[in-house]
């Protein structure tokens, strides 16, 4: 091992990182054999995992040498998955194409920088719709990458590649990690001390039912920019009949998210002089929907009991804000629920 090291310190790979247990091993795992890893991260709006925990760990390690590197997503990914080549999952999933697209681009990347192949944390019949063995190999030769896509944790099951095939990693020291069970990850953690990592549920929104059916309804009203997108992530939301989206925020995380997030000027909509949540207004600013927004704002407040409410609304622009109010009733449950996209 200590051997291999030394001959391979100045070789590279190229690795998709997206803060889970599988590709922070499969990070450990080549870069423990002596490779200069880059560990490509992208910046998608469909994920909800937080990934500066496993970042840290290699942030604080003499022993390997990981570079981490971000991607953005380009507006052709939306266009992906609005129409993707090779369909949907259970929901919005499109997980060939997804990875298809992230493998093309980790591809220009280790063209880039010399490297000898890219790796992924993918583990042979884990999930249903592109780790099937039928599924890998499509995705390896629509990437363009045959011969040089390396799946450490299910390698000993699976064809070998180039990097194998010539020496630079001995095969014997990848894995055979079959299936959904996870166990054999947690013990391989626990003995490279890695220690923060997610539970095993999936980072992609696009697998959720609820997120599903507001992309669906983005869609469905054009709303498509990654601005847009992004959006759809945070807060409750609801559709009005003349198209106009209101959100509001459940924590002030959320409303600081879609405040940063908001196309100004932004009507935002509060309860005056009590605490509630605040809504965000995207779309026509008419009388019918800022008395819905002060409805929903009132309706998750202290004084939603109230037969009226003092509703103060602004509209952000460049950090200057002329607050206004109005009165009006606290929206009912079954109103809301009428016009809710999940």
């Known amino acids: 091992m200590e051997e291999m090291f030394k001959n391979n310190l100045r070789r590279k790979a190229v690795g998709l990182f997206s803060g889970g247990l599988d590709s922070a091993l499969a990070v450990r795992i080549i870069a423990g054999l002596g490779y200069d890893v880059t560990a490509i991260m992208f910046d998608i709006p469909f994920c909800k995992r937080n990934i500066e925990n496993c970042l840290s760990q290699y942030r604080a ?16 990914f939306v266009e992906l998955v609005r129409n993707p ?16 697209y992230m493998l093309k681009q980790a591809r220009l990347i280790m063209e880039e920088i010399g490297a000898d192949f890219v790796f992924t944390g993918e583990v042979l019949g884990q999930r249903p719709m592109s780790q099937n063995i039928n599924n890998l190999r499509l995705i390896e030769k629509q990437s363009g990458l045959e011969g040089r896509l390396l799946r ?13 095939q010539n ?87 959320e409303n600081l998210a879609l405040m940063k997030l908001g196309d100004p000027p932004t009507p935002i909509f509060t309860v005056k002089n009590y605490s509630s949540t605040v809504a965000f207004l995207f779309g026509n600013l008419i009388e019918e929907n800022k008395l819905f927004a002060g ?5 998750y407040s202290k004084v939603k009991n109230e037969p009226s409410v003092e509703i103060e609304w602004w509209i952000y622009k460049d950090g200057e804000s002329s607050a206004q109010v109005f009165f ?7 109103e809301l629920k009428s016009v809710s996209v999940r």
Request: charged letters at 30%; a positive charge; one cysteine or more.
């Open 85 to 100: 080549r090779f369909g949907y999952g259970k929901n919005m999933n499109i997980c060939i194409d997804c990875r298809i």
């Open 61 to 76: 390690s003499d022993n390997f040498v990981v570079q981490f590197r971000q991607v953005s997503l380009e507006e052709d």
């Open 295 to 299: 409805g929903l704002t009132a309706h």
């Open 328 to 334: 009006t009733r606290p929206l009912s449950e079954e």
């Open 152 to 164: 450490p944790l299910s390698a000993q099951l699976l064809k070998p590649t180039v990097a194998e």
């Open 167 to 253: 020496g630079w990693i001995n095969r014997e020291e990848l894995y055979n990690i079959e299936g959904r069970s996870r166990k054999r990850q947690m013990k391989l953690a626990d003995i490279f001390g890695i220690k923060k990592y997610p539970t095993p549920a999936g980072g992609c929104l696009l697998t959720d039912e609820c997120f599903s059916a507001r992309l669906r309804d983005a869609f469905n009203h054009n709303e498509d920019s990654l601005k847009e997108l992004t959006r759809l992530k945070y807060g409750r939301h609801y559709r009005l009949k003349d198209g106009t989206k209101v959100i509001c925020g459940r924590t002030d995380k």
